[in-house]
């Protein structure tokens, strides 16, 4: 399939061809949430998706940030893509990352550093991520 996330119909159309929409499916939005600009509407596009999947369907997605200890940095690296790459990022705060999955009811730990969901590694406080991540269940 080649099409954009925000081309919502085109994958929900291409997609259908594997997928059979009226059992619960895994929306996958990992690494590339930050990529879609505030124009382009990230949790109407979130919401389509789980408007077109079945009750107990899941999404795992994950969003650069520019808080915690490793923030500055990732502030940095997105400001030198700009302008020289076909997409910039737009990185979020976790409230506006939370707005943007609001389609779906998070499981624990909710949304957390993408480190603090390796169940069977050594947790860590944050430092050196920059990258929340979260899985919700579509009700």
Same mark, same amino acid.
């Given at each position: 399939?080649? $099409?954009?996330?925000?081309?919502?119909?085109? &994958?929900? *159309?291409?997609? /259908?061809?594997?997928?059979?929409?009226?059992?619960?499916? +895994?929306?996958?939005?990992?690494?590339?949430?930050?990529?879609?600009?505030?124009?382009?509407?990230?949790?109407?596009?979130?919401?389509?998706?789980?408007?077109?999947?079945?009750?107990?369907?899941?999404?795992?997605?994950?969003?650069?940030? $520019?808080?915690?200890?490793?923030?500055?940095? &990732?502030? *940095?690296?997105? /400001?030198?893509?700009?302008?020289?790459?076909?997409?910039? +990022?737009?990185?979020?705060?976790?409230?506006?990352?939370?707005?943007?999955?609001?389609?779906?009811?998070?499981?624990?730990?909710?949304?957390?550093?993408?480190?603090?969901?390796?169940?069977?590694?050594?947790?860590?406080?944050?430092?050196?991520?920059?990258?929340?991540?979260?899985?919700?269940?579509?009700?």
């Amino acid at each position: 399939m080649q $099409a954009k996330l925000q081309d919502v119909d085109t &994958v929900l *159309q291409q997609s /259908a061809a594997l997928l059979d929409f009226s059992e619960p499916v +895994a929306v996958m939005m990992v690494a590339i949430l930050h990529f879609v600009p505030e124009e382009d509407d990230p949790r109407g596009i979130v919401n389509r998706y789980a408007e077109a999947t079945a009750p107990g369907s899941y999404l795992i997605a994950s969003h650069g940030t $520019a808080e915690g200890p490793a923030g500055e940095r &990732v502030g *940095q690296a997105a /400001a030198q893509y700009e302008g020289k790459a076909n997409y910039s +990022a737009h990185l979020r705060t976790k409230e506006e990352f939370a707005a943007i999955v609001a389609a779906y009811e998070l499981v624990e730990p909710g949304i957390d550093w993408t480190k603090s969901w390796r169940p069977d590694g050594a947790l860590t406080s944050g430092e050196e991520v920059a990258i929340y991540a979260a899985v919700g269940r579509k009700d």
